[in-house]
Nanobody
Framework: QVHLVESGGGLVQAGGSLRLSCAVS????????MAWFRQAPGKEREFVARITWSGGYTFYADSVKGRFTVSRDNAKNTVYLQMSSLKAEDTAVYYCASGVIGTWDYWGQGTQVTVSS
């Protein structure tokens, strides 16, 4: 099994930055990837960013492109989401997920990000 634990959320003013972390434990596969999703109050869960275990290829939603950066630290078994130029509309619970791209089998518990404007 793969276990994911997010951390790093909090309250930040618009224009500020936060770095979210997702600690990974358990078996990983070269064909798997890591992704970040978010869910704002009253809205559906949406994709934010992903990174592959093999090659480190990244992909971002248009809404965060140029502002967010997803990365990984293999020594720490951790995936990060660096968020900059935050907007009020970025307010959401952020989740990390693991699995084959498009089939996210494992999910963390989520961490709250609140951006004040």
């Amino acid at each position: 099994q793969v276990h994911l634990v997010e951390s790093g959320g909090g309250l930040v003013q618009a224009g500020g930055s936060l770095r979210l972390s997702c600690a990974v434990s358990g078996r990983t596969f070269s064909s798997y990837a890591m992704a970040w999703f978010r869910q704002a109050p009253g809205k559906e869960r949406e994709f934010v960013a992903r990174i592959t275990w093999s090659g480190g290829y990244t992909f971002y939603a248009d809404s965060v492109k140029g502002r967010f950066t997803v990365s990984r630290d293999n020594a720490k078994n951790t995936v990060y989401l660096q968020m900059s130029s935050l907007k009020a509309e970025d307010t959401a619970v952020y989740y990390c997920a693991s699995g084959v791209i498009g089939t996210w089998d494992y999910w963390g518990q989520g961490t709250q990000v609140t951006v004040s404007s």
